[in-house]
């Protein structure tokens, strides 16, 4: 049972290139984030889905874009990489199948290594 | 709005001295709530969890944290701090019935002193 898994692990980029970052689940999750873990920050919320085809913005989604065409995936792009988005970039995702399911665990992905020169 | 605070940013403890890492959260009503561990160049790993069943709870490695509603606290302790528990901690509230973000603690940096 692989979990969460994220590709690229590591990845350098200049300045306005584009990259996309792929976080895969294999427990039938329908909820999956990204956030971006910085010093001294935490962990942001990117974007979510809270379903296969839906996305919603989180508490700073600017210079990224999300789609969840398949209910295992989760993409997060980078249209144009700005120094400011060199971070660890993480994906988790949770079951969140039925109201009341109160409590149901997040499970994270290894993280990204993202550095924009 | 729900809120979680985590009072020291840094901790520091000497191998096999008690651990005790604050967090007290801000809810309207009873929050689920959760400890989560990250150790260096690593992931984010479930420590334990609160969900109104009994108020200490009992968790991976040792760890245990008790829940007060009169003092809106979770505080993580453990009885005798090892080597391998330097990592940061996050105090974190999980979704709910009404709300579906996760509302993370800036997080607790624990360093343990040989």
């Known amino acids: 049972n692989a979990g969460v898994t994220q590709t690229p692990k590591f990845r350098v980029l200049k300045t306005g290139q584009s990259m996309t970052l792929l976080c895969a689940q294999d427990?039938?999750?329908?909820?999956m984030y990204w956030y971006r873990q910085d010093p001294g920050m935490g962990l942001r919320l990117i974007h979510y889905?809270?379903?296969?085809?839906?996305?919603a913005k989180g508490e700073v989604p600017d210079g990224y874009n999300v789609s969840r065409l398949k209910k295992q995936n989760f993409l997060l792009g980078l249209e144009s990489a700005a120094p400011s988005q060199t971070s660890v970039y993480f994906c988790?995702?949770?079951?969140?199948?039925?109201?009341?399911?109160?409590?149901?665990?997040?499970?994270f992905g290894a993280g990204t290594r993202l550095s924009v020169l | 709005a729900q809120s979680v605070t985590q009072l020291d940013s840094h901790v520091s403890v000497s191998e096999g001295t008690p651990v005790l890492l604050r967090c007290n959260y801000s809810?309207?009503?009873?929050?689920?709530l959760f400890w989560y561990v990250q150790h260096p160049n690593k992931g984010l790993q479930l420590l334990l969890k609160?969900?109104?069943?009994?108020?200490l709870v009992k968790g991976i490695n040792g760890f245990e944290a008790e829940f007060k509603k009169s003092e809106t606290s979770f505080h993580l302790t453990k009885p005798s701090a090892h080597m391998s528990d330097a990592a940061e901690y996050f105090c974190?509230?999980?979704?709910?019935?009404?709300?579906?973000?996760?509302?993370f603690g800036p997080g607790t940096s624990l360093s343990v002193i040989p």
């Open positions: 609160y969900t109104s069943a009994a108020t």
């Open positions: 974190v509230v999980p979704p709910g019935t009404s709300y579906d973000k996760v509302i």
């Open positions: 988790a995702s949770r079951l969140g199948q039925g109201a009341g399911l109160v409590g149901d665990i997040q499970y």
């Open positions: 427990m039938n999750h329908e909820y």
């Open positions: 809810s309207s009503y009873s929050p689920s």
């Open positions: 889905s809270v379903g296969e085809g839906t996305t």
